[in-house]
């Protein structure tokens, strides 16, 4: 969400960059009016753009920022036959969720329905290993998936007796 107000300013300072050259070259004043009238309709719709984007998933071969992630946690899979494979995956140093979308593959979407049912009986989590980078985009039937047990409860200290003084 931090972006979005980088993106909208650098589109804004973009858009308004643009139509003072239109003002301020010699043109006839319905020119210069019909600039000012552009860039007034363009900011809300950049914005507009832009939140809606933010609820789309992201398709897992543009994802270049994150390629060398070397795991990360899955959320949830929702599984589209014959269209697409969803996933809702937090970064080990994130707090927020982000949504992907991968190509439908029947080996991968197999291997995710039985690991996620085996994470549940074992109130466990689970992490894919390598999870954007090439090699696994092309060979999404050998994907590295593992289940993390939960952490075992700390054990507690044993009581120790009170201490006896000598008067």
Known sequence: MDILFFMFLAA???AVGLAMLAIYAPRPTRVRVIASCVV???LPTVYFQFTELLSK???IA???YERERAKVEVLAVSLHE???IYLWLRFPDSREPRAYVAPWNVKVAEKFEKVLEEAVKQDGKVEMRDPFSKRSL???GDLSVEI???PNPPMKLPQTPPTVRKI
Do not use: C
């Open 62 to 64: 543009f994802e270049w």
């Open 138 to 140: 092309q060979d999404w």
């Open 82 to 84: 014959g269209e697409a």
């Open 40 to 42: 007034v309709l363009f």
């Open 57 to 59: 998933p992201k398709p």
């Open 12 to 14: 804004g300072t973009t």
């Open 148 to 150: 993390i047990p939960p």
